[in-house]
């Protein structure tokens, strides 16, 4: 399984960005972001499986992670986005049940984000 990402991004404060992750490979399971910051530990952003979604409590009103019809991309918009948001987000694959605590066990090269105040 391989996870593919574009490069990156950068933008002002309040304004959006959209990224995706292509899956390549034969693969059936639970999707996720994940970011990871120049002061932070990695964090989960949100995961989508079987059409149900979960999300980290700070991205709930700001962020949706949806996917493809194939169900080989996903995409993870994010809006209002402010100066703490900048990061490198990370789209991961695990098998079993969908959460962010899920056994992640593929991983993106990393997109960064850089979102300016």
């Known amino acids: 399984v391989e996870l593919v990402e574009p490069g990156g991004d950068s933008v002002e404060a309040g304004g959006s960005l959209r990224f995706s992750c292509e899956v390549r490979?034969?693969?059936?399971?639970?999707l996720g972001w994940f970011r990871q910051g120049p002061r932070n530990g990695r964090e989960g952003v949100a995961t989508i499986g079987d059409g149900l979604t979960t999300y980290a409590p700070f991205a709930k009103s700001r962020f949706t992670i949806s996917e493809g019809q194939s169900k080989k991309i996903i995409y993870l918009q994010m809006d209002t986005l402010k100066p703490e948001d900048t990061s490198t987000y990370y789209c991961a694959a695990a098998r079993g049940y969908c959460d962010l605590g899920a056994d992640f066990q593929w991983w993106g090269q990393g997109t960064q984000v850089t979102v300016s105040s």
């Open positions: 490979g034969y693969y059936s399971g639970c």
